[in-house]
């Protein structure tokens, strides 16, 4: 209750708990429909220290283009896969460009869609990135102190039930 919603787009920057976060879509020209949809999503990279991550909401291969031809597309460290590892995105353009260590989809388990889709994962081990998943490895959590990454998984069922 009471939040402020603040409507962003390229080419914003600004810095929040010591990290630079910068809005690399929505672009100024891109005009969303009455109804909401994929290509709507924010997409931003944050930077703290050396490190950085994108993270890519739900947008497909259209905005992708669109992000490559505006040069704003650069090498990341992790990228969270767009659109829940659809095969509407994570195009090999893309990849080339921002050529990611780690990929992390968030997925749920045997969920209805099939995501991810066997082609983007296979994308994304031929452009060598690693790979996590939550309907796999579980809570992803990734922290970085701006020179090394540290990645955490918990999944829930490898808990052991009691009694």
Not at 143 to 150: N, S, W, Y
């Amino acid at each position: 209750m009471g939040a402020k919603i603040v409507p962003m787009q390229s080419p914003r920057r600004f810095a929040f708990g010591g990290a630079e976060i910068e809005v690399l879509a929505p672009t100024p020209e891109y005009v969303p429909v009455n109804e909401p949809k994929n290509n709507d999503s924010l997409v931003m990279r944050v930077r703290f220290g050396s490190r950085s991550l994108m993270l890519t909401g739900d947008v497909e291969r259209p905005i992708e283009q669109e992000m490559l031809m505006g040069g704003a597309v650069q090498a990341t460290d992790v990228l969270k896969v767009a659109h829940h590892g659809s095969r509407t995105s994570t195009t090999d353009a893309f990849l080339e460009a921002v050529h990611p260590s780690l990929a992390v989809i968030s997925a749920g388990f045997e969920n209805s869609y099939g995501h991810p889709h066997p082609m983007v994962v296979e994308r994304l081990e031929e452009h060598h990135a690693g790979i996590l998943r939550t309907d796999r490895d579980g809570l992803i959590t990734i922290r970085t102190d701006g020179r090394r990454l540290t990645v955490d998984t918990f999944a829930w069922a490898q808990l052991e039930t009691r009694p």
